[in-house]
């Protein structure tokens, strides 16, 4: 892992911890925020230095895991391995067999396909999306998601967890 994958996945976990060691007001702000910021994530720019260019993008991931942290959590949201893309398949549930996806395939192409600035409104949805099952993730997949346009993680990470519920089904005895 490169030094510059470690400073990301530090931050991002750092200020998941933020959110949830944050009151259920500072969370609420977060979840809302908008260009001008909320207290939590202007303490974590000041406390990791962010340059102006930085802020938008940590901005929109702060909001994001804010987005996910319920106000009433007891644990973080951070699961190790549980990366962004397996997450969008199978909506949190790692044990789930899935007949489909949670998120379509079609989805997670459009999602893809966005770059710019409106990929953090696209990712910001999907995030929405999952929010309401609660799920925990890989909380620095879901910083690159975000830091980064090429989406081959995200794919990569989604079709293996559509495989390996594929394989489990076709290794299920068949009631005939």
Excluded: C
Excluded at 12 to 22: G, K, N, Q, R, V
Excluded at 81 to 97: H, I, K, N, P, S
């Amino acid at each position: 892992m490169s030094e510059r994958d470690t400073a990301v996945g530090t931050r991002a976990l750092e200020i998941a911890s933020a959110l949830f060691h944050a009151s259920s007001g500072e969370k609420a702000a977060a979840r809302r925020m908008g260009p001008e910021g909320a207290p939590v994530f202007w303490r974590m720019a000041a406390r990791f230095n962010m340059t102006p260019a930085e802020e938008p993008a940590w901005r929109a991931i702060t909001k994001a895991l804010a987005l996910l942290t319920p106000a009433s959590a007891t644990e973080s949201i951070h699961a190790d391995g549980r990366r962004f893309g397996a997450v969008l398949a199978d909506g949190g549930d790692a044990q789930a067999r899935l007949e489909k996806p949670v998120f379509s395939e079609l989805r997670l192409a459009r999602l893809l396909a966005v770059r710019g600035a409106a990929r953090h409104d696209a990712l910001e949805r999907a995030i929405r999306m999952l929010a309401r099952k609660h799920p925990r993730i890989d909380v620095p997949s879901l910083a690159w998601a975000y830091l980064n346009d090429d989406g081959q993680e995200i794919a990569r990470h989604y079709y293996r967890r559509l495989d390996q519920s594929a394989r489990t089904r076709e290794k299920e005895p068949q009631n005939v």
